[in-house]
């Protein structure tokens, strides 16, 4: 799946910025999904044989809360780094002190969420979840991640001035996926002991940050000399205004991806927490080119609100939502198919059917990462505009009503209602967005062309559920998702439903006769 799924960021354009997204979006595209099979071994394998579902739900609920507090520490700074970059890019004058000042914002962040923890008596931690020895021990670990996170944040957005998101994907995926089960391994084996393995992982963030800070000093971009000459009032005023926007944005962002695990873990328990993350990780997979996309573009798209090149805004609207459609519908067919024959993998150790409960939470999730797929680039395209403000507004939103759905759903079906809550929350989240790129700069992505890829997948899923079971869960995913992908990809390549899949489809195809007619 992982080779087909990178092609989303094949678009048709000649241009040198085109060409470094391509490029850039591919390498980190291959490293995140190399990180994925990493991870899928650590989710299926070793998380749940080492830790009991009440210790991987506490670390899940550790991570999922850091990454809902980030944005407060960031106080908006990651927002702006990009956006204001060309004012200060200089690199004879060290980008005129651009990056230091960003490394400040998060450091007052940092010293402001201090004291609210110190004021709120035991801890933050303790207003959401009920006081057990597993959350107390927690709550003292939760700044200084924190602080490691806020800083390889901005590192991590201030190498993407630089058109650099393959060695930073590295660092924040691959770093995690190895690091954080040799944590669970020495505890298992007992080498640490439960505490030890959370200041492992607290550790490990720290040697990201470090290995950002080494590869920035590397690109000849670690530029810490004080320089505000280029900071002035008009300009404060301005970052500021983005960064207060970006605070909401950001904070949306992070929370929508997140406050499901966190709440499962608040409102029904640890254990519970944990059987969602299982199927949270599978979905993920679903929209990683998205991801890689967004990561990449945001220069280009500026670059095309600031000529007014509708064309191109037009171009990567409608080639985003059908590349991400035809591959994001992949990707969720083929884990569904296979869906029995994964949790079939999970070790027998006693909590196997504890974990199986989250099967139908991977459709659900699915459903709302396709969905968001579907809808292209409208994310982007709001935020490197004018209208920036919009998305922040929508995000925000966003966030409000996944926390209400989650608070109303979770009791009610479990772990099945925050799977609901957020496919609700994304499908309002998107069609707003779309409505208002379509009312307002007359920008929709969607062609005939969408509707027969939707056609497509029922059909090949259809054909696929014709299939025996083989009696053996390796066997049954291998011929299946083998059959699926034969079915699929050539129905795409040969409908030529994405010009540039079937042009590269095609140069494959030529490479492959040439070599052996050779």
């Keep these: 799946m992982s080779a087909f799924s990178i092609n989303i960021l094949q678009f048709s354009s000649s241009n040198t910025e085109m060409g470094i997204i391509q490029r850039q979006g591919i390498k980190q595209s291959l490293i995140t999904y190399f990180g994925v099979l990493i991870g899928a071994v650590n989710v299926i394998l070793i998380y749940t044989s080492t830790l009991t579902p ?29 956006r204001f970059f060309p ?8 980008h005129n002190g651009y990056l230091l000042f960003l490394l400040l914002i998060p450091t007052i962040g940092v ?22 020895p597993l959350i107390e021990m927690y709550g003292a670990y939760l700044i200084p991640l924190l602080l490691f996170l806020a800083y390889a944040q901005v590192f991590t957005r201030y190498e993407m001035n630089f058109h650099r998101i393959a060695i930073p994907a590295i660092f924040n995926d691959l770093f995690v996926k190895i690091g954080l089960p040799l ?95 299982i199927p949270n990780f599978v979905t993920n997979v679903i929209d990683i080119p998205r991801k890689a996309l967004a990561n990449i573009s945001g220069p280009i798209i500026t670059k095309a609100w600031e ?72 994310s982007e395209l709001i935020m490197y505009s004018k209208y920036f403000r919009i998305n922040f507004y929508a995000i925000f939103v966003l966030a409000g009503v996944a926390i209400l759905l989650n608070y109303i759903l979770i009791p009610i079906y479990g772990i099945d209602g925050a799977a609901y809550a957020t496919l609700i929350s994304f499908a309002i989240f998107n069609l707003l967005k779309f409505l208002f790129l379509l009312f307002k700069e007359n ?76």
């Design 111 to 132: 010293f402001i969420l201090y004291l609210v923890d110190w004021w709120v008596q035991p801890n933050l931690i303790s207003l959401f979840f009920e006081p057990t």
């Design 307 to 378: 000529e007014n090149d509708r064309e191109e805004l037009q171009g990567l609207y409608s080639k985003s939502s059908i590349n991400q459609f035809i591959v994001g519908l992949f990707m969720l067919i083929g884990l569904w198919i296979s869906i029995d024959d994964l949790y079939a993998l999970i070790p027998n150790n006693g909590n196997k059917e504890i974990y199986e409960t989250g099967k139908t939470v991977v459709l659900i999730l699915g459903a709302s990462k396709v969905f968001d797929m579907l809808t292209g680039m409208n």
């Design 443 to 518: 920008l929709q992505p969607f062609s005939l062309k969408t509707i027969w890829v939707a056609l497509l997948g029922l059909v090949s899923y259809l054909l696929i559920c014709l299939m025996p079971d083989l009696g053996n869960p390796i066997l049954n995913i291998l011929i299946r998702s083998s059959l699926f992908t034969i079915i699929y990809v050539l129905a795409v390549w040969q409908w030529r439903l994405s010009p540039e899949l079937s042009n590269m489809a095609d140069d494959a195809w030529t490479r492959i006769k040439g070599f052996f007619n050779s």
């Design 183 to 277: 944590c669970c391994i020495a505890y298992y084996f007992g080498w640490l002991d439960f505490e030890g393995a959370l200041i492992g992982i607290v550790l490990l963030h720290l040697v990201i940050l470090l290995a950002h800070i080494i590869y920035t000093k590397k690109l000849g971009q670690l530029f810490l000399k004080p320089n505000f000459s280029r900071i002035n009032k008009p300009l404060i005023k301005e970052m500021g205004t983005y960064a207060g926007f970006g605070v909401l944005g950001n904070l949306g962002s992070a929370i929508v991806p997140q406050i499901d695990t966190f709440m499962v873990g608040s409102l029904i328990g640890l254990s519970s927490a944990a059987i969602y993350t």
């Design 87 to 94: 004012r200060f890019d200089d690199s004879a004058r060290g």
């Design 54 to 82: 009440d210790e991987y739900g506490l670390i899940q609920v550790m991570l999922s809360t850091s990454k809902i507090v980030l944005p407060f520490v960031l106080l908006g700074s990651q927002s702006m780094i990009v």
